[in-house]
């Protein structure tokens, strides 16, 4: 049975871009004609051409959500990254709902929540630590955090995984008055000289509408430590989620891009700008999603001292890491 349902919108204030992990590549699956850059469906054209440059026509082009993948361009760059067929599909939907949920369940509860943070410190640590026994990859350093909506029960002779959020159900996307561009993305370092450019098929302009369900809670019998989880997924405590996240992720964006200087100050003052005059309003909250959102956009809000050492940690393993980049789309 279905407790609550509801409709979410999304509509991009920039582009956004969610990859569908797949890399395009130059003479192979696009090609510059006339002015334009054509992507093709090799397996539209390849029964009905001599050779292999006779594919690239407009005829032949590939559409994502009944748009042809044709745009306006003076030079081919080498590769492009593919847009998800969904443009945003429900499971990243559902998975920055999960993430704001998280953000304000250890937010709210910090000093409950002790034990937890003391494992996402030791998994910080074991991280630099070439004399560790925990063999810890950096993505599963927030699994302690994540495990606040999920736990074990005890089923028949067995054990399975209970998931709170599994009562959320969110269907895929109708699209409407979509736009579609060819975007390069310039990747800046707040602080350093790093920079880099990538490209990508980003969706500019129109409107994704969600159906979103929770299911009923059945009967806890035995279980009657899951009612409080399954408490915080309701419609009205997911708004509430989604508007204190985006609280967080618009300050811990400002914050970065305020410590730049020189150079990378005059590149950033558009978006510093652009940060500025964004701001939650009644029922619509500005979030960022997709591959270029950045460290903060993906994770929850935690005490300050393991956020400086998560810092301090993901800098030593990684050269250019989400939290020290900004990624800039050209766009009008």
């Known amino acids: 049975m279905i407790d609550e349902t509801f409709k979410v919108k999304l509509e991009p204030i920039t582009p956004t871009f969610v990859w569908s992990g797949e890399i395009l590549v130059h003479k192979a699956d696009y090609e510059l004609i006339d002015g ?28 994502v959500q009944g748009i042809k993948l044709v745009f306006p361009s003076a030079t081919a760059p080498r590769e492009v990254m593919m847009i998800n067929q969904y443009l945003v599909p429900a499971s990243s939907l559902k998975g920055l709902i999960r993430t704001a949920i998280l953000n304000n369940l250890s937010k709210a509860k910090q000093k409950v929540y002790k034990e937890v943070y003391n494992k996402v410190r030791s998994n910080l640590n074991a991280l630099i630590d070439p004399n ?55 990747i800046v370092e707040t602080v350093g000289n790093f920079r880099a450019e990538a490209y990508a098929i980003t969706f500019d302009k129109g409107e994704l509408e969600y159906e979103a369900k929770i299911v009923k809670p059945q009967n806890y019998g035995v279980h009657e430590n899951l009612r409080n989880m399954d408490a915080v997924i309701t ?3 997911i708004i509430e989620s989604l508007k204190e996240f985006s609280f967080l992720v618009l300050d811990k964006e400002k914050q970065r891009v305020k410590i730049a200087k020189g150079e990378t100050e005059g590149l950033l003052k558009d978006y510093k700008q652009f940060l500025n005059s964004l701001k939650p309003e009644s029922d619509c909250f500005p979030l960022k999603m997709g591959m270029f959102t950045g460290h903060h956009a993906k994770t929850v809000n935690v005490p300050s001292d393991i956020e400086q050492l998560r810092k301090e940690v993901l800098s030593k393993v990684y050269r250019n890491w989400d939290s020290s980049t900004v990624k800039l789309v050209e766009w009008n």
């Open 36 to 63: 334009k850059l054509v992507i093709v469906d090799m397996n539209k054209a390849i029964l009905k051409v001599g050779k292999l440059q006779d594919a690239f026509r407009e005829e032949f082009a590939r559409e």
């Open 132 to 186: 560790s026994k925990f063999k810890t990859r950096p993505k599963d350093v927030g699994k302690p955090v994540e495990g606040l909506l999920k736990v074990k029960v005890p089923f028949g002779r067995g054990i399975f995984v209970y998931d709170a959020m599994s009562r959320l159900l969110i269907g895929e996307p109708k699209a409407k008055d979509v736009t579609l561009s060819l975007s390069k993305i310039k």
């Open 235 to 237: 419609k009205d405590a």
